[in-house]
C-alpha cells in the first residue's frame, strides 16, 4: 500500500473518531440538560407543596361538608389558636358549596380569652350564614376551654366514651421559697407597687394576694358557666355538680344535656348535614411558616437569655 493511500486512511479513521467523539459529547449534553430541567421541575414541585401552594383546599366542584379540627391546648401560637380555629371556620362558611360546617375537637382546654374568641366568632358567622349549620364532633376529650367553644355549636355530637366537661378555671405554678431558705439563697426583688410582684414564685404568697386572684378565677368561672347555660340553653339538667370542674364520659354528659347525641364526623356529614364528601378547611402551617417561627422563637430565646425574663401567672379553663 503507498504511503498516500495508509495517510488517507488514517485520517477517515481520525475524522470518523472525532466525529464520533463530537456526538457523544452533544448526546451527553443533551442528556443532561434533560436531568437538570426533571431536577428542577421536581425541586419545583416540592417547593410549591412545602410552599403550601398546591393541594389547596378548595378543588372539589361538589357540595360539602366543611372540616375545621382543633386539636391540642388552646392558646396563642399554637394550632389552636383563636387566629388558626377563625381563618379556618371563616373559609369553610364563605364557601358557597359549604352545606355544614363540622367542629371537631380533641382539646383539654386551655386560654380562656382565646376560647371566649372562637366563641363570639362561632355565634358571628351562624348569624351571618345562618342557612349553615356548625356542629362540634368530639373526639377524645373536649374539657374546659375546649368545651367552652363547643357550646357555641348548634348541636354537639361525642363518643360514649369521649370525656366532657371540666367546667372550671384554674391558675397554677410553683413556690420556691423553701427550697430557697434551705439552700441559703437569698430573694432580691425590687418593684415599685405592692403588689408588682404578684404570684412571684420565690416571694411568698400572702394572704391577700391568695384572696385576690381567687376572686379573678370566680370572675372567670362565672363568665364561663354563664357561656354554658346560654350555649345550652334548656337542654342543661343543671346538677350540684356539674359546675365543679367534673368531667363525664360521653353517654352521661348526653343525659346531662351537656351533648346532644353519639356520633362522629362521618356520620354527622352523611346523616344530618347530607353532605358525604368532607372538605378540610383546617388551617395547616407549611415547611416556610414552621422555619419562620421557629426562627423568630430562636431569636426571642436568645434575647431571654441575653436580657432575662420576669415569671407570672396566667389562667387556664383546664
Known sequence: MSENNTSGWERAVLEKL?????????????????????????????????????????????????????NGAIGPGSPASAD??????????????????????????????????INDEIKRLRAKYPEIPLYAVVEDICASGGYYVAVAADKIYVNKASMIGSIGVLMNGFGFTGTMDKLGVER???????????????????????????????EIHDQFIDVVRKGRGKRLK?????????????????????????????????????AEEIVDFTPRENVAERFAKRLGASAAESLVRLGGAGVMGSANIR
Open 18 to 70: 472525532a466525529l464520533a467523539a463530537v456526538t457523544e459529547q452533544r448526546r451527553a449534553r443533551r442528556w443532561g440538560i434533560f436531568f437538570k430541567f426533571l431536577i428542577f421541575g421536581y425541586l419545583f414541585i416540592v417547593l410549591f407543596i412545602a410552599m403550601g401552594w398546591m393541594g389547596k383546599k378548595d378543588g372539589s366542584q361538589d357540595k360539602h361538608t366543611a372540616l375545621v379540627e382543633l
Open 238 to 274: 343543671e346538677t350540684p355538680d356539674m359546675f365543679s370542674g367534673l368531667v363525664w364520659v360521653g353517654t352521661k354528659s348526653i343525659e346531662l344535656g351537656l351533648a346532644d347525641a353519639i356520633g362522629s364526623m362521618e356520620q354527622v356529614a352523611r346523616d344530618v348535614i347530607k
Open 188 to 218: 432580691r426583688l425590687l418593684a415599685a407597687g405592692e403588689n408588682k410582684g404578684f404570684l412571684d414564685p420565690f416571694s411568698p404568697m400572702s394572704d391577700t394576694q391568695k384572696e385576690y386572684a381567687q376572686k379573678m378565677l370566680g
Open 84 to 117: 388558626a380555629i377563625m381563618q379556618g371556620l371563616g373559609d369553610a362558611f364563605k364557601d358557597k358549596r359549604t352545606q355544614g360546617v363540622i367542629l371537631r375537637i380533641n382539646s383539654p382546654g386551655g386560654s380562656p380569652v382565646q376560647s371566649g374568641y
